[in-house]
């Protein structure tokens, strides 16, 4: 976090708010609070599987962290949480 907040600040924003917790509850805790809100949600690397087949194969491990599923509810959670956390009229980017 510490270089989270230098690159923050060496970029000129200083008017942030930098959590360390479960995403997918910001939104309850503050809702309509930020007027931006950035979303970096887990990537699936399904844009990767022509070139990396690996990852096809991961997807249908036993013993993957997630499977297709589950990464996309958690997808929609956090992009969720965001949009309720974002205030009338604020920009929300979501990123994988």
């Known amino acids: 976090l510490p270089a989270l907040r230098a690159n923050l600040l060496r970029s000129g924003l200083h008017d942030c708010l930098i959590l360390n917790m479960d995403g997918q509850s910001v939104g309850k805790l503050a809702r309509q609070g930020f007027s931006a809100v950035l979303v970096d ?3 699936s690397a399904e844009g990767n ?3 990396f087949s690996e990852n096809l194969q991961r997807w249908g491990h036993p013993e993957a962290v997630h499977t297709r599923g589950e990464l996309a509810r ?8 965001g949009w309720e956390a974002l205030r009338p009229g604020g920009v929300l ?4």
């Open 41 to 43: 949600a887990p990537c």
């Open 74 to 81: 958690l997808q929609r959670e956090l992009l969720q949480s």
């Open 49 to 51: 599987m022509r070139k």
């Open 93 to 96: 980017v979501y990123s994988t």
